[in-house]
């Protein structure tokens, strides 16, 4: 296509960008007390992400933004957040860009999202459905924008029913924050089904809250954008926005455009058949290499996951820390990677040199997992530690609380099952380096 008719077709074209779930300053203190610079990386990685999508904005030249909810994260009070977004949304301005913007559940509890004044070719929905009509803007056609902000941080029951029918002759756009019916880590808010929502005579629904993407198309095209910058390994792989166009015939194209500074990634690694220490790290470090090459952040943060036979299995469990810093290492020399997370799922080929210590070992082992761990006597204790830890974590960061409060009590004994696991399995690995040093 020649140049010209490319602009031909832009400019009959309405085109946009739609994210959702930034959570500008995000507080992820606990990456921070692991790794202060690792901390510091990705508590400015929201920003940078933000930034980002502007950029792809004033280099499409769009029509607009829309922004589906949880710009900011809960009940922050900081106003250099917002005087960050002001300084994004003039910067959309002077480019002659529109943006749309509802309150999801986080900016609800936010105080700055109330403070903070738009430019006027920002549109911010209020507690209440509205709508914004765009004269011609789409080959000569109309572009209705709807749309309805959180009042108050819950909202167990569905917007849609709130929201205004669609205008004649336009093509209708809704913006909504919602859980859908439900989705794996996330709260239920504003629930409601995908056909509701492709029933409801719209063309377009922009939404936000899940930090997966997910794109449904057919008449009414849906799109669940994601996260534009992840924030620990549940949110791993690359993070993007998405690049809208509704060409002059009413049809949609959708484009995903990258929008992360750091891709958090699980990296398996199998060490079997690993005869040294060295050779472990030299297959960890490949491992790594290997992810590095893939990742399309400028960032990686991994979760190492090591597996497999190998006989250094023992030592890897009673040294894990020093391994850590050996990868930690590894990543370094590599630049702009991060290794957050280690985790030992290894068993060993080979017995401890004595036998007299490796029956003993083994008789123990046998001990604790039958009869120790998972005893219901045992978990009670187990409980009465983790409720004690929970008093003194209620002013610590939200993501080192939840590892102590799962969603229900099945996946909370869980939890400590595992975790009583580990910790016998770490203890076991330190008996059988001393046995095989001679020391037992």
């Not at 300084?87 to 959309?92: E, G, H, V």
């Not at 449904?216 to 954008?225: I, L, R, S, Y």
């Not at 820390?321 to 290794?339: F, N, P, Y």
Request: include cysteine.
């Amino acid at each position: 296509m020649f140049p010209c008719a490319f602009w031909m077709e832009a400019l009959l074209a309405f085109r946009f960008v739609h994210s959702a779930d930034i959570h500008l300053d995000s507080p992820l203190r606990s990456l921070a007390l692991l790794n202060p610079e690792l901390g510091r990386l990705i508590g400015g990685a929201t920003r940078q992400a933000f930034q980002n999508i502007v950029d792809l904005c004033i280099e499409e030249r769009v029509n607009a933004l829309i922004l589906a909810g949880d710009l900011y994260d809960g009940d922050q009070t900081s106003m250099k957040t917002a005087r960050f977004f002001a300084s994004q949304l003039d910067r959309l301005d002077k480019a002659g860009i529109k943006a749309f913007v509802v309150r999801g559940n986080h900016d609800a509890e936010s105080k700055i999202s109330a403070e903070l004044t738009y430019p006027v070719s920002a549109k911010l929905f209020r507690g209440w459905a509205d709508y914004v009509e765009l004269l011609g803007v789409c080959g000569g056609t109309n572009v209705a924008i709807h749309g309805m902000s959180f009042a108050k941080p819950h909202a167990p029951e569905s917007l849609l029913p709130k929201f205004k029918s669609p205008v004649s002759g336009a093509i209708n756009i809704g913006i909504m924050h919602t859980s859908l019916t439900g989705s794996d880590g996330h709260n239920v808010y504003a629930p409601c089904k995908l056909t509701e929502l492709q029933e409801f005579g719209y063309r377009y629904w922009a939404l936000g809250h899940i930090h997966k993407r997910s794109i449904f198309k057919g008449d009414c095209t849906v799109v669940m954008p994601g996260n534009p910058q992840g924030r620990d390994i549940n949110e791993a792989g690359s993070k993007s926005a998405t690049l809208v166009t509704v060409g002059d015939d009413g049809s949609f194209s959708i484009e995903e455009r990258t929008t992360s500074v750091a891709e958090f990634v699980r990296i398996p690694v199998s060490v079997a058949g690993c005869e040294d220490w060295r050779s472990v790290v030299d297959t960890v470090r490949k491992g790594l290499e290997a992810a590095r090459s893939e990742a399309v952040a400028d960032h990686l943060v991994g979760r190492v996951l090591l597996s497999g036979v190998t006989r250094t299995a023992f030592e890897l469990f009673a040294k894990a820390d020093l391994l850590k810093g050996e990868i930690d290492h590894q990543a370094e020399l590599m630049g702009k990677t991060w290794v957050e997370k280690v985790e030992i799922a290894c068993t060993s080929g080979a017995a401890p040199v004595s036998e007299d210590s490796a029956s003993t070992i083994a008789e123990l082992e046998a001990l604790i997992n039958e009869s120790v761990v998972g005893a219901e006597s045992f978990m009670l204790e187990l409980q009465g530690i983790a409720d004690e830890l929970k008093k003194g974590l209620k002013n610590a960061p939200r993501e080192c609380y939840g590892i102590f409060a799962p969603s229900n009590e099945a996946a909370f004994k869980s939890r400590l099952g595992e975790l009583a696991k580990e910790g016998a399995r770490e203890v076991m690995a330190r008996l059988r380096i001393e046995s095989s040093k001679g020391s037992l």
